[in-house]
């Protein structure tokens, strides 16, 4: 008989335990969350940041905002108000005529004239500089009347015009132009 004969007959009668191979440790993940909480952390930060940020264009100067309290504690301030159907001058609120009288009818623009330059007669000289002009105006109103009051107010002398706003962050969403209603 040969030796192998003989090792493989010793086999077959006794029987063979394998060791067991030793459990590996489980890796800890703790660091790995770490790791990843400070990517996301970053990753969310610039993502926003990108949202919001306007290329500014060299030599350009951006017009400033200013919340309504610190405007209208400004006595220098006259407001103009525009509905679909009318349009009001000053704190008052007298009539003027309505918006599509701004563009067709030179007797209310010379109104609108006379009262803007009797404001201004009440402001101080000193203070021309800090008088504004608020326009606020519903959502619906085409440009062309807001033109026209930017004109009028521009050329009595207020240097500073001012549109009323509501923030929204999600304007350009809900955004729909007046022309298109």
Same mark, same amino acid.
């Given at each position: 008989?040969?030796?192998?004969?003989?090792?493989?007959?010793?086999?077959?009668?006794?029987?063979?335990?394998?060791?067991?191979?030793?459990? +590996? /440790?489980?890796?800890?993940?703790?660091? @790995?969350?770490? &790791?990843?909480?400070?990517? !996301?952390?970053?990753?969310?930060?610039? =993502?926003?940041?990108?949202?919001?940020?306007?290329?500014?264009?060299?030599?350009?100067?951006?017009?400033?905002?200013?919340?309504?309290?610190?405007?209208?504690?400004?006595?220098?301030?006259?407001? +103009? /108000?525009?509905?679909?159907?009318?349009? @009001?001058?000053? &704190?008052?609120?007298?009539? !003027?005529?309505?918006?599509?009288?701004? =563009?067709?009818?030179?007797?209310?623009?010379?109104?609108?004239?006379?009262?803007?330059?009797?404001?201004?007669?009440?402001?101080?000289?000193?203070?021309?500089?800090?008088?504004?002009?608020?326009?606020?105006?519903?959502?619906?109103?085409?440009?062309?009347?807001?033109?026209?009051?930017?004109?009028?107010?521009?050329?009595?002398?207020?240097?500073?015009?001012?549109?009323?706003?509501?923030?929204?962050?999600?304007?350009?969403?809900?955004?729909?132009?007046?022309?298109?209603?």
């Amino acid at each position: 008989m040969s030796t192998y004969d003989r090792n493989t007959r010793k086999r077959k009668g006794t029987r063979q335990v394998r060791r067991k191979t030793e459990d +590996v /440790k489980g890796l800890s993940i703790t660091s @790995l969350l770490d &790791v990843l909480t400070i990517i !996301l952390v970053f990753l969310i930060k610039n =993502v926003s940041m990108d949202a919001v940020k306007l290329d500014q264009l060299p030599n350009m100067q951006y017009p400033t905002t200013i919340t309504t309290e610190k405007l209208m504690d400004n006595a220098m301030v006259t407001p +103009v /108000k525009l509905y679909l159907h009318e349009v @009001l001058m000053g &704190v008052d609120n007298q009539f !003027l005529g309505t918006p599509q009288d701004l =563009v067709e009818n030179v007797e209310t623009r010379a109104t609108m004239e006379a009262y803007l330059l009797a404001e201004m007669s009440q402001i101080p000289e000193d203070k021309w500089e800090e008088a504004c002009l608020v326009v606020q105006a519903d959502a619906a109103i085409p440009c062309s009347f807001i033109t026209q009051i930017v004109s009028v107010g521009t050329s009595v002398g207020y240097g500073n015009v001012y549109f009323a706003t509501i923030e929204d962050a999600d304007w350009l969403r809900t955004y729909r132009s007046a022309s298109n209603e």
